[in-house]
């Protein structure tokens, strides 16, 4: 089946700096990738389609300058959440699209991010 | 404009019991329905799902209705055990699509 690593899955950092998260497909090649935030107690919330060898889609409403989204190779997809502050304080997690002929999201572990 | 909606935050349900679990929905493109379920800190994992051609799909303790007139769907958990406790999210996506939407979740503590 489909296994979607998430790296790290828990960071702290100042507020000011860039920190990135990386999902990896592990046995399978993923030429798009869905990246969700969830705030405590919330639902889980599209942040953007990353799509390999082009330019990520973003839902209405996310900062592209904030929230930059890179799909390096059908493996990998990374996301970097520039300058942080402690309003970026949240659940990171990504998802898989499904393999050819099942309907099912695969997701990652989640990223936990902590500003200070 | 929330289109999956969870209305419950929270159920609780003595073990053995059944757990019934709500997820209205207002967009009628949608075409399949998962539910996941998550713990803390850990990403969702798949616990079924049913196409909006059918009216119910069954796996094991777990059973969703779909009724498309109400745009409603239903997770049904019997018996419910303690290690079922934990959110559960509805989850749409519009036909011809892979972006699903999730619901706002569901906590469920299933009481020994």
């Known amino acids: 089946g489909a296994v979607v690593s998430q790296h790290p899955s828990w960071v702290i950092c100042k507020s000011g700096t860039s920190v990135k998260i990386e999902c990896r497909s592990l046995d399978f090649q993923a030429t798009t990738m869905f990246w969700y935030r969830q705030f405590p107690k919330q639902s889980l919330m599209l942040m953007a389609t990353s799509n390999e060898g082009s330019k990520a889609t973003y839902e209405q409403g996310v900062e592209k300058d904030k929230f930059l989204i890179n799909h390096a190779s059908l493996t990998l997809s990374t996301l970097t959440v520039t300058s942080a502050h402690p309003e970026d304080s949240s659940f990171y997690i990504c998802?898989?699209?499904?393999?050819?002929?099942?309907?099912?999201?695969?997701f990652g572990a989640g990223s936990r991010l902590t500003v200070l | 404009d929330q289109q999956v909606k969870q209305n419950s935050p929270s159920l609780s349900v003595q073990e053995g019991r059944i757990s019934i679990l709500n997820c209205d929905y207002t967009?009628?493109?949608?075409?399949?329905f998962l539910w996941y379920k998550k713990y803390p800190a850990e990403g969702p994992t798949f616990l079924i799902s049913i196409s909006s051609i059918k009216d119910k799909n069954e796996d094991g303790r777990f059973t969703v209705f779909l009724n498309k007139s109400a745009k409603h769907l239903s997770l049904h958990i019997v018996p419910s055990q303690p290690g079922d406790s934990a959110v559960y999210f509805c989850?749409?996506?519009?036909?011809?699509?892979?972006?699903?939407?999730f619901g706002t979740g569901t906590r469920l503590k299933v009481l020994a």
């Open positions: 989850a749409a996506r519009a036909s011809g699509t892979y972006k699903y939407i």
């Open positions: 967009n009628s493109m949608f075409d399949y």
């Open positions: 998802s898989a699209p499904p393999l050819s002929g099942a309907n099912v999201l695969t």
